[in-house]
């Protein structure tokens, strides 16, 4: 499990084609330090496994499977460009962003990256961040609820059934990969499980159900 706080980015050093698969390799320095082969690691907000581990230079690699590339934005990943890194969160620690699982739901398209102050210094500036998103991401998101874009644990500031607008603090902007997107570009998108979860039971007919601190300690939440 993931927060959406992203730790760093990381840069693709390559990516080979394999039978059936995609390898990447990926810079990030001060993180690779804490991986052991096998860790998983969310790049860009998908849960992927290090192998091949490197710390001198700080360098890991990890496969992308036919199903990852066919439903995520690393289908787009050319040497150079920007990733953001993420390590699980361990047991007990708190929870300061929302449950993120590394798990895309589907890719949106960046629509627009505008800052709020135009004239103002772009490190001082927040930004509007504007993504087409699809039905299958739609249909779970809420104004003021939560949605991964890129890893990155989001507010919905607005939403008008196809275009979800969330507002981007100077700290986002400079310490994720979205300055470096530009219109066009595919973005991952991760729906709030909570909101999914809720979905799901309104779909069963056990009567009279009622959300509980317990019950979402047993069932791992």
């Known amino acids: 499990m993931f927060t959406g706080l992203i730790e760093t980015t990381g840069k693709i050093l390559s990516v080979d084609e394999r039978t059936g698969t995609r390898r990447i390799a990926v810079s990030a320095p001060g993180l690779v330090e804490r991986l052991r082969t096998g860790d998983s690691v969310a790049v860009s907000g998908v849960c992927l496994t290090a192998l091949d581990i490197s710390i001198d230079p700080p360098v890991f690699h990890a496969d992308l499977a036919a199903e990852t590339v066919a439903r995520t934005s690393l289908a787009a990943l050319r040497p150079g460009t920007v990733a953001n890194l993420e390590l699980p969160t361990p047991a007990g620690t708190p929870l300061g962003g929302h449950v993120v699982q590394g798990h895309v739901d589907a890719t949106g398209t960046l629509l627009g990256l505008e800052p709020v102050s135009p004239d103002t210094d772009p490190s001082q500036t927040d930004w509007w961040l504007r993504v087409a998103a699809p039905e299958a991401v739609g249909r779970y998101v809420v104004e003021k609820g939560s949605i991964a874009i890129e890893g990155i644990s989001l507010t919905v500031a607005r939403f008008d059934g196809k275009t979800v607008t ?17 219109a066009g570009d595919p973005v991952n998108l991760e729906a709030d499980v909570m909101m999914k979860f809720f979905e799901q039971r309104q779909k069963q007919t056990e009567p009279e159900f009622e959300l509980t601190l317990d019950y979402l300690i047993a069932n791992g939440y």
Not at 172 to 182: C, G, I, P, R, V
């Open 166 to 182: 969330v507002a981007i603090i100077p700290h986002t902007y400079a310490h994720t990969n979205l300055h470096t997107l530009k």
